[in-house]
């Protein structure tokens, strides 16, 4: 049974840092591109970032870019999203997802989530 657990959310002032990580089981962690989605309340849910499953290439939305970093260990099976310089607009329930291709429209394990607060 593949498990995606993330963890790492909480609330923060503007201009803080938070870093998440999300845990997979039950499946060949380095075969799988990793990424991080997120949803405001009312809002529909929107990609953030991607990995390869060999770490080397990376993919950011712009609204993120300079601001958050997605890494991976694969040794671990984690993924890792490092966010700085965070916005109240960065308020969220962030997810992590697994897909077999990189960059690919199709995701096929989802985590359940974790709260991501940013304060004004």
């Known amino acids: 049974q593949v498990q995606l657990v993330e963890s790492g959310g909480g609330l923060v002032q503007a201009g803080g840092s938070l870093r998440l990580s999300c845990e997979a089981s039950?499946?060949?962690?380095?075969?799988?591109?990793m990424a991080w989605f997120r949803q405001a309340p009312g809002k529909e849910r929107e990609f953030v970032t991607t990995?390869?499953?060999?770490?080397?290439?990376?993919y950011y939305v712009e609204s993120v870019k300079g601001r958050f970093t997605i890494s991976r260990d694969n040794a671990k099976r984690t993924v890792y999203l490092q966010m700085n310089s965070l916005k109240p607009e960065d308020t969220a329930v962030y997810f992590c997802?697994?897909?077999?291709?990189?960059?690919?429209?199709?995701?096929?394990?989802w985590g359940q989530g974790t709260q991501v607060t940013v304060s004004s």
């Open positions: 039950g499946l060949t962690f380095s075969n799988y591109a």
């Open positions: 990995i390869s499953g060999s770490g080397r290439s990376t």
């Open positions: 997802a697994a897909s077999l291709r990189y960059l690919g429209s199709r995701y096929d394990y």
